[in-house]
């Protein structure tokens, strides 16, 4: 692995299913965050880690949960989706939380039906 | 609130130069960055100002007023493979990066 790894690429769902992104880095970055972007509006951050064992919300955590279990691995879980997460997601990581240069994944595309 | 306001998009030829601008409100600042992304892929950093001037670093350069809440971000001698969009993003005090909705820029041969 080399850098930031999503999986899945892309997904159709259906709605009220659970579902979880996964996201492993191995730059042994200790902050790592979640986003989604939707067109015509900037990354909107759904939930952060500023080091394995913490979690924090962000602009839009409604729906989603993580967990930050060791340092490499940040999974996103939709408990139950709604045609609202249809959308792009991308995690990202960066050295620390203060250094704010992100290294983003491929992206997950997700649709809900 | 914050917020993050730079143009939707932008035509420039070849060979030419373009200017994007960006401009921000942020609870605290703690630096402005440029990031590029190509459509179908992730967000590649470009460029990143903490304070007052300018930074260059080949055909790309940034430019940073605090005083002025604003920046932009200069292409020079501009190729196809620029086609793109352009996301800035401001870290507030809490170090979260608050995004702008991003500029397509189109390069015209």
């Known amino acids: 692995i080399a850098g930031i790894t999503q999986a899945p690429t892309s997904q159709i769902l259906a709605a009220g299913r659970r579902m979880t992104l996964r996201c492993t880095q191995d730059m042994r970055h200790n902050a790592m965050y979640w986003y989604r972007q939707d067109l015509g509006l900037g990354l909107r951050l759904i939930h952060y880690?500023?080091?394995?064992?913490?979690?924090g919300k962000g602009e839009v955590p409604d729906g989603y949960s993580v967990s930050r279990a060791n340092t490499d691995d940040f999974p996103l879980t939709l408990a139950s989706a709604v045609p609202s997460q249809t959308s792009v997601y991308f995690c990202a990581s960066s050295v620390d939380p203060s250094y704010n240069e992100q290294f983003f994944g491929p992206g997950t595309r997700l649709t809900v039906l | 609130g914050q917020n993050i306001d730079q143009p939707t998009e932008m035509t420039a030829t070849e060979g030419a130069i373009v200017q994007i601008n960006c401009t921000y409100q942020t609870s605290g600042f703690n630096g402005l960055f440029w990031y590029q992304q190509h459509a179908g892929e992730a967000p590649t950093f470009l460029s990143y100002?903490?304070l007052d001037g300018l930074e260059e670093k080949g055909r790309f350069s940034s430019f940073l007023s605090r005083s002025k809440g604003y920046s932009y971000l200069l292409l020079k001698e501009l190729q196809m493979k620029d086609s793109a969009s352009y996301l800035c993003a401001a870290s507030d005090s809490n170090y979260q990066l608050i995004w702008g909705a991003g500029t397509k820029l189109i390069i015209k041969p």
């Open positions: 100002n903490v």
């Open positions: 880690s500023n080091t394995a064992g913490t979690t």
